[in-house]
C-alpha cells in the first residue's frame, strides 16, 4: 500500500509534466506511475520519455507510443494527432523508443488495483461515458479478477465512475454512476472504480491550461485530484516553432485523403 501519484498523457508537454511532478512530491507522493501517452503533440517527446523513465516507478502503453512506434496505424486519430505524431516518429530519439517498445499494455498495481490507457481490451477506445464504463466492467471483471479500482487515461478529462452492482436484477447487470470530484473522493469497498487522473497536457483544452494528476492513497481507499499551472505559452510557441503544429492546408489535405481511403 502507498500514496500514489497518478499521471498521465503528458502527450511530450515537458512544461506541464514538471509542473505535475512537483505538485505531487510536494503533496507526499511516495510512487509515480503514468498511464501512457507520454508522446505526440508537443515538442519534447525525448525530454518527457526521460522523465518518466527516471521519476516513475511504473508506466504502460498508450496509443501514442504505439503509433509513435509505427504499431499502429493512424486511422482512429485525428488530423491534429496524426500530423503530430508523424513529426513525433521523426524526431524520437533511439533510447526513448527502447524505453516504450517495452512498455505493458497494462499493469495490477497492487491486488486489485489496475492500470490502463483506453478501454480494458481497447487501448485506443475513450471510456467516456455511463455505457462504456458498464461494457469495460465486465471486461475488467474477466481479464482481472477481484479488482475493485481501475485507473485509465486516453479520455484527458479527471473522472470517477462508480460501478454498482445490481444482484436484484441479474448478476451481471450493474449500475454506473458517475461520482462528483470535490476535492477528495473516498471509495467504498463494495464497488468498482474506474477513475482517470485527467490529462498532464492543457495545450488541446480550452477551458483551462492547468495539468492534471491525482493522488491514490491505497491504504485510506481515497483519490485528491490536482491542478497546476504551467508555462502553456512556452509549450506553445515551441510545438509552433518545431513542426507539432498541423496547417490550415494540411488539415483540409488529410480530411480529403482520409475520405478518398488514399495512402500519400
Ligand atoms: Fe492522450
Ligand atoms: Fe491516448
Known amino acids: ?47 518527457c520519455v526521460a522523465l518518466v523513465r527516471k521519476r516513475c516507478s511504473v508506466s504502460i502503453a498508450g496509443n501514442h507510443e504505439l503509433i509513435g512506434l509505427g504499431r499502429l496505424d493512424f486511422t482512429r486519430c485525428s488530423n491534429k494527432a496524426e500530423y503530430a505524431l508523424r513529426r513525433t516518429r521523426r524526431t524520437l530519439g533511439k ?50 479478477p477481484g479488482a475493485r479500482v481501475c485507473f485509465f487515461g486516453h479520455s484527458h478529462e479527471q473522472k470517477v465512475y462508480e460501478v454498482i452492482r445490481d444482484v436484484k436484477r441479474d448478476v451481471d447487470a450493474v449500475d454506473v454512476q458517475e461520482v462528483a470530484i470535490d476535492g477528495q473522493v473516498s471509495l467504498r469497498k463494495e464497488n468498482t472504480y474506474f477513475i482517470n487522473p485527467g490529462s498532464v497536457d492543457a495545450s488541446r483544452k480550452k477551458r483551462h491550461k492547468l495539468a492534471e494528476c ?41 480530411t480529403l485523403r482520409r475520405r478518398i481511403g488514399a495512402r500519400f
Open 95 to 144: 533510447e526513448a523508443a527502447e524505453f516504450l517498445k517495452k512498455l505493458p499494455d497494462s499493469h495490477v498495481l497492487e491486488p486489485g488495483v489496475v492500470l490502463v490507457h483506453g478501454g480494458v481490451r481497447d487501448v485506443q477506445q475513450y471510456m467516456a461515458n455511463p455505457a462504456h464504463i458498464a461494457e469495460n466492467a465486465k471486461f475488467l471483471a474477466a481479464d482481472f
Open 1 to 47: 500500500m502507498a500514496r500514489y501519484g497518478l499521471i498521465a498523457d503528458i502527450h511530450g508537454n515537458r512544461e506541464a509534466l514538471a509542473a505535475a511532478l512537483a505538485a505531487l512530491d510536494e503533496r507526499g507522493a511516495e510512487r509515480i506511475v503514468c498511464l501512457g501517452d507520454i508522446v505526440g503533440y508537443n515538442a519534447d517527446p525525448d525530454e
Open 214 to 254: 491525482a493522488l491514490f492513497d491505497s491504504a485510506f481507499n481515497t483519490v485528491q485530484f490536482l491542478r497546476v499551472r504551467y508555462d502553456a505559452a512556452a509549450t506553445e510557441a515551441k510545438a509552433a516553432a518545431f513542426g507539432y503544429r498541423i496547417d490550415p492546408l494540411t488539415d483540409r489535405l488529410y
